[in-house]
């Protein structure tokens, strides 16, 4: 027999990172287990959404609304956008990713904060796009000078995140103002306000007022963090009228389901119920960082529903003790670790944790 030959793969294929996904928490000896490691909302589903859900689920044996038209127009209302400039997708990387192919191919070039949000790379890597990572300022920020310079005549996305996933920073509107002034107009910026919900910085990006203002610019939301909708998979983009075309062109037929959907909807119109809890989680956050900051952790500041620590060396010792405790953080080796604001008894855990780990 001749030696066995596997099918050829894309040369991509080879350099593609896998997306590592927050851990559940082992149980340890009776003590309950906690995942604060992929920025989820702890609070369990609202039950004027789960009726939704329920009642829309004797509708599965049928397609879903492929123009997802009644969440496009809660949302056109929302935000006073026409819904030409709305598109929907599973989860806002779905979205994400069906922008990159739209405009991005083969030696293109998308740029991005890093350490940022990791499925940029993979995204950008799937389309055979140059990911061009600009790193951080050394408190966690978008070096937007850098970025501005990483811009060259095969740029065809730039990604700013924020409150920026894992640092917790946001842009400041002047400073993207600034930015866009110098941005050529054939370039597409997506904002990707994914926690924007929990910022609470008046200084920081309002991406729809910022989107309304440019044509080359467009916002990225979810459903999944502040509407507490993870498991089902919608997010949006609102921005140009050509891009929100692409979207629509290049989503997987039926994606967005009709649980999904209704889903969406009931929690616009539950928004202040949600919005409540959102407020519980920022003054858990204020409370977590205080004590973190006693023990004497330096912190960046965090707009967003996690916090950040700059261990460096010592993110995987930290990470390993979690473990110990039965909570799940997110550890990026070398660098620092991301706490989702989850349970309070997990954060005290944590905190336990952090005052015995001797610096
Ligand atoms: C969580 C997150 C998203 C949202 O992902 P979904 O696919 O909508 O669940 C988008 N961007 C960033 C930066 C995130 O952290």
């Known amino acids: ?199 609470r910085d008046a200084n920081a990006i309002d991406g729809i007022a910022t989107l309304k203002a440019h044509s080359n610019v467009g916002v990225l939301r979810t459903f999944s963090k502040a509407y507490g909708l993870a498991g089902l998979r919608v997010g949006y983009f609102v921005g140009p009228k050509n891009i929100a075309d692409a979207v629509r062109k290049t989503a997987v037929p039926f994606g967005v389901s009709n649980i999904a959907q209704v889903a969406a909807v009931a929690s616009l119109e539950h928004e202040a119920e949600l919005f409540k809890r959102v407020e519980e989680v920022i003054a858990e956050r204020t409370w977590f960082e205080s004590e973190l900051t006693k023990l004497g952790f330096k912190l960046p500041p965090s707009q967003a529903n996690f916090v950040w620590i700059p261990l460096g060396e010592r993110t995987e010792e930290f990470a390993l003790r979690s473990e110990g405790i039965a909570v799940s953080i997110r550890p990026f080796p070398g660098e620092g670790v991301r706490i989702s604001i989850g349970e309070r008894q997990a954060l005290e855990r944590v905190i336990e944790l952090a005052g015995e780990f001797v610096f």
């Open 1 to 199: 027999m001749s030696e066995s030959v596997n099918p050829q793969l894309r040369p991509e294929m080879a350099k593609l990172p896998t997306y590592k996904a927050g851990k559940k928490a082992a149980p340890v000896n009776g003590l309950t287990a906690y995942k604060l490691s992929s920025n989820e909302i702890a609070h369990s589903p609202l039950p004027s959404v789960v009726a939704a859900i329920v009642d829309a689920a004797n509708e599965i044996n049928r397609y879903p609304d492929p123009f997802t038209t009644n969440l496009i127009q809660a949302l056109s209302d929302k935000f006073a956008v026409p819904a030409e400039q709305i598109a929907t997708g599973t989860g806002s990387v779905g979205v994400c990713q069906q922008i990159i192919q739209s405009v991005a191919g083969a030696g293109d070039e998308v740029i991005y904060a890093w350490r940022s949000f990791e499925a940029y790379p993979i995204i950008a890597t799937i389309a055979g796009a140059v990911s061009v990572q600009v790193p951080l300022a050394n408190n966690g920020q978008h070096d937007l000078a850098a970025m501005l310079n990483a811009i060259t005549s095969r740029t065809r996305a730039i990604f700013i995140c924020t409150p920026n996933n894992p640092t917790g920073g946001i842009v400041t509107q002047q400073e993207i103002n600034e930015f866009l002034a110098k941005v050529p107009e054939n370039i597409l910026v997506v904002i990707d306000e994914a926690y924007v919900e929990f910022n």
